[in-house]
């Protein structure tokens, strides 16, 4: 049961903004503001706004984080005052954190090695805490530490099926009986020069300076790649008895996961979708649902050429005739693309779609802007949000290394 969500995006520095902002379509790419970006290719992204790491810790202790995991320990923190949990009532040996990154502390790892080049001729100088604030399984322990959970703790790293393998992970300890409740979720902060020159190499970004705010375009003919973003998103899974017996507000259930390899390629998902449709039937097979059950899916849909045309094939193939019932949305198109905390954000959006029974858009679809290999009698939900049930609903991240995790999120009804 998800009985927490806390989350700070591009759309908005908690819950509650971001949720309006994603039924308003608001698109969260800018110019950026965190390094000089006037010589790179790519000289937009969808940054967090306004975040203040000052406000959460002392400036002495800030210094001790990477970017990432203070934006982690901020979505952390809503989450835990969200699900009401008394740590001075639970047993903290049963419950966990399991939060992910794709890439971790990229930022603390280009001002050390950085300046060590700079001032090499002094001979090696880095800060102390260098390591711990650069690799990917800190945010996991950092927030065990703050809360003084003792149950399972650790990263799962995947790319950008990072976070979405954390729930995965989090939800089947959980049935296993390992943990009472567990703490899950992602973080990162890529929006740094390393970044995005290394994914404008690849020419995975897309390249629409003059409009950032429309650039993200999933499912479009004119789409040339994914825009790079930023933020950390927490969800708070419990065991149902455990849940129902505190009395907890239960926002919806994990019903069933999925995961797969593409086997195929380092970056490109498999043309066909092999992958993708192995993932969406594994996880309705350990839901023990069928097609039919689901209402709506929260896809991948990156805004790339290649990974929006399998990943349409592998839902109409997956789905069949029940596929022009659903609706699809890429969240993307507005939060940009968080890597390792995609899975989380889009998780959590798609568990608000399911109490709200509304659904997200997918924003920047112009008329006549189609793709000749995309089904657009499919609902994509284009530009503007719509009201409809949503008894369950997929959620499908897809990383680099051909890593495929989906998750499938129902209504709870007691």
């Known amino acids: 049961m998800v009985t927490g969500l806390g989350t700070v995006s591009p759309i908005g520095n908690d819950v509650k903004t971001t949720w309006e902002n994603a039924v308003a379509g608001k698109s969260g790419a800018g110019p950026i503001t965190q390094f000089d970006a006037s010589l790179f290719k790519t000289r937009f992204a969808c940054e967090v706004?306004?975040?203040?790491?000052?406000?959460?810790?002392?400036?002495?202790?800030?210094?001790?984080?990477?970017?990432?995991?203070?934006?982690?320990?901020?979505?952390a923190k809503e989450a835990m005052e969200n699900s009401g949990l008394d740590l001075e009532t639970e047993n903290k040996d049963r419950?966990?954190?399991?939060?992910?990154?794709?890439?971790?502390?990229?930022?603390?790892?280009?001002?050390?090695?950085?300046?060590?080049?700079l001032e090499k001729d002094k001979g090696p100088r880095f800060n102390p805490f260098f390591i711990p604030k650069m690799i990917a399984d800190i945010s996991a322990g950092h927030i065990s530490m703050i809360y003084g959970l003792r149950g399972p703790n650790y990263a799962t790293v995947s790319a950008c099926a990072s976070s979405t393998n954390a729930i995965s992970d989090a939800y089947n300890l959980i049935r296993l009986g390992k943990a009472n409740a567990i703490v899950t979720g992602g973080a990162e902060a890529t929006v740094?020069?390393?970044?995005?020159?290394?994914?404008?190499?690849?020419?995975?970004?897309?390249?629409?300076?003059?409009?950032?705010?429309?650039?993200?375009?999933?499912?479009?003919?004119s789409r040339d790649g994914f825009v790079i973003g930023e933020g950390a998103t927490c969800l708070i899974l419990e065991e149902l008895e455990h849940a129902v017996a505190r009395g907890a507000h239960i926002y919806a259930e994990v019903a069933g996961s999925g995961m797969s390899a593409d086997a195929y390629h380092l970056t490109a998902s498999h043309p066909e979708g092999l992958g993708a449709k192995l993932v969406m039937r594994n996880a309705l097979e350990d839901a023990e649902m069928?097609?039919?059950?689901?209402?709506?899916?929260?896809v991948h849909g990156?805004?790339?050429p290649v990974g929006d045309i399998s990943e349409v094939?592998?839902?109409?193939e997956v789905f069949g005739d029940h596929a022009y019932k659903l609706n699809i949305s890429s969240t993307k198109s507005m939060t940009g693309h968080l890597l390792g905390a995609a899975g989380a954000l889009e998780a959590m959006l798609t568990i608000l779609a399911i109490r709200d029974q509304i659904v997200p858009p997918?924003?920047?679809?112009?008329?006549?802007?189609?793709d000749p290999e995309i089904d657009y009698n499919l609902n994509f939900t284009f530009n503007k949000a719509q009201k409809r049930e949503i008894r369950a609903a997929l959620s499908n991240t897809f990383g680099f290394g051909g890593h495929n995790a989906s998750v499938i999120l129902k209504q709870y009804k007691q």
């Open 95 to 117: 419950i966990g954190v399991i939060f992910s990154a794709g890439i971790g502390g990229i930022k603390t790892f280009e001002e050390e090695v950085g300046g060590y080049y």
């Open 49 to 75: 706004k306004d975040f203040d790491p000052n406000e959460i810790f002392d400036r002495k202790e800030a210094r001790k984080y990477d970017r990432y995991a203070q934006l982690a320990i901020k979505a």
């Open 362 to 370: 997918t924003i920047n679809h112009e008329e006549g802007d189609n």
């Open 302 to 304: 990156t805004s790339t």
């Open 290 to 298: 069928k097609p039919e059950d689901i209402d709506y899916i929260n």
């Open 313 to 316: 094939k592998a839902i109409t």
């Open 192 to 221: 740094s020069p390393s970044a995005v020159g290394g994914f404008n190499a690849m020419h995975a970004l897309s390249t629409r300076n003059d409009s950032p705010e429309t650039a993200s375009r999933p499912f479009s003919a």
